[in-house]
Structure formats: C-alpha cells, structure tokens
C-alpha cells in the first residue's frame, strides 16, 4: 500500500514517513502542496494524510486537487486544531480526521479503514 | 468614548482568544514532532534487538531534535505568559519595542503560512504611558493587514521612531494596491483608543502608526472599578 503524507512541519512529516515505512507501508511524504502535486503526478497514492492548515494551499483545497488527479485516491485529515467542535465538523463533512499529537496506531488503523483492509 | 472602550474591549476578547488558538496550535504540531521522533528511537532500538544495526549519528541526530523542539516550544510559552501579562495593567509605561517583538512572533504562522519573512529594524527602547493590551491589538491588526498585502519581496519591515510627541511605528514591503484599505473600522477603534494617528504611504507601500506619548487614558480609568 502506498502512502503520500503531506505537512508544512517537515520533521514530523519525515518521521512519519518513516514510521509507516517500518510497518510495511510504502511511504512518500512532501511539505508543500506543489511538492504533492509533482509526487502524485509521478506516481498512484492509494491514501493521502493531509495537514488541515498549510501555506498557500488548506488540506481540504489540496485534496480536491489530488482527486482530480487520482479519483481513486482516500485521504485522511490532521490537524492541530483539537477541539471537540472542530472534530465534529470535521466528520460532519465526512471525512476521517486525527488531532495531532496522535499514536502511529491510530493513524495505521484509519489506513486500513480507508482500505477496507 | 465609554461605549467605544467596551467595544474594543470585546474586540480584544476576541483577539485574545485567536492568539490563544494560535498558541495551541503550534504547541500541538511541537508535540506530534516530539511524538514522532521519540516513536521512531524506540522503533529504531526494538529493531536493533532483532539484529538490524543501529547508527549513532541518526540517534544524535533524532535526540538533538528533540531538544530543539522542547527549546521551541519553551519559547512559544514564554511568549503566551508575556502576552498573558498584557492585560495586568490596562494603562501604565510600555516599552514599544518589546510589544511590536512579541506580536511579531505571535503572527510567526501567519507570516509563515503567507510565505513571508517578519524583520524587525531595531531601535533605541521607546517607552509611552498607554495601554498594552490594545496597542498590540493595533500593531496585530496592523500587521495582520500588511500580511494579507504583502509586496514582491514577500518582507515586511517593522521600524520604529521616536521624538518628542512620541513613537511612530513603521510598516513596509506592503503592495501599493492594497494599501488605501486601512485602518478599518477596527483599526480606527483601536487606534483612537491609544490616541494614535495611522497614515499611509501608498507609493512606498508603507503605513504608519504614530503614538502620543502619553494616552488620554480618562475613559479607561472610569471603567476600572476602583476597590
């Protein structure tokens, strides 16, 4: 399975990437949305963990974009934000989202959702 | 001006919960790195048990990282506790310099997510009797506005002055296309309740807040409750 990770905090990004990689997971990761567009461009993504908020471009903005591009593609949101009100919006719009600072198993969990693993 | 304090008072509400939100914000991306790389050392020890060799250089390197994100978060705090301290006296001496400093770290995301460098000209320390609170409220909303205008240089350049009547706070590298829309409705607000004169210089993309040296501070005073 094949992971794009997409944050503007480059070490978190890296480590996560890196983390995922260890579990078996084959893992890109880009700090900016152009990045994400030349990466997804060269290669199919089955998910994308976006950050929410990013410069130039918000993860919901890139998302589109992405799906455009590969239609195919399931996308996971994190964001810093961790109020309760931002969660629930969040889901409202049917989308999975993970509050920052989280364990790597719940973000391998919602992969495997997203996959229906 | 009574009801115009109380309206700048809820603006500050208002300003004060965003920064706090900011705040929260940075501190949650500083821990999800440390909760990474920390994640990572115990995934990179457990696979050295099973064999796989383990490289020091990348140990020193994840630790060191570590260290400097807990420096940065240390900072980010530092910077909520002054900014905290702002509304302990809602009228007394400010060192200028120090406000227009603190305000430009807090606005660090903003700047960040517009892709712009803050850079701030230092100065000799200018010290006004006004309020903290609001007039960083102003040089927020201030900058906040040269961020969403920025010039070609992607830069803005905050200068301060001072003479006689007072400090005049400089704001440059903004485009000139933008620059007749200020101050707004609650630039004015903020400005008339520190007294304060905002100009500008559309040539030179420039805005300029000029400060008295001391504030008529009348109306503040009566709302404070005396006992």
Known sequence: ?117 | MEHEIARACAQGLSFFGKTNRLISHELKNVLAIISETLGLIDELIELSETGMGLEPGKLRSLSESVIEEVERANAIIRNMNTFAHSVDEIVGEVEVGQSVKLVMELCQLESAAKRTKLRFEKSEPCVLHTSRFFLENLIHHALVYALHGVGPENEIRVSLSSDEHGVRIGFAGIACNVIGEFPTKKGHLLARIVGAEVSMNPAAGELTIALPKKMDDAGIQNLISKD
């Open chain 1, 1 to 117: 399975m094949r992971v794009l990770l997409v944050d503007d905090e480059e070490k978190f990004v890296s480590r996560l990437a890196e983390r995922l990689e260890i579990r078996g997971f084959e893992s890109d990761w880009a700090t900016t949305s152009a990045e994400a567009f030349s990466k997804a461009a060269a290669a199919k993504y089955d998910v994308a963990v976006l950050d929410v908020k990013m410069p130039h471009m918000s993860g919901l903005d890139l998302k589109k974009k992405l799906q455009e591009m590969s239609p195919d593609m399931k996308f996971i949101f994190v964001t810093g934000h961790g109020s309760e009100e931002d969660y629930c919006a969040g889901s409202r719009e049917g989308f999975c989202y993970i509050i920052k600072p989280f364990k790597i198993e719940t973000l391998v969990e919602k992969i495997n959702q997203a996959m229906n693993v």
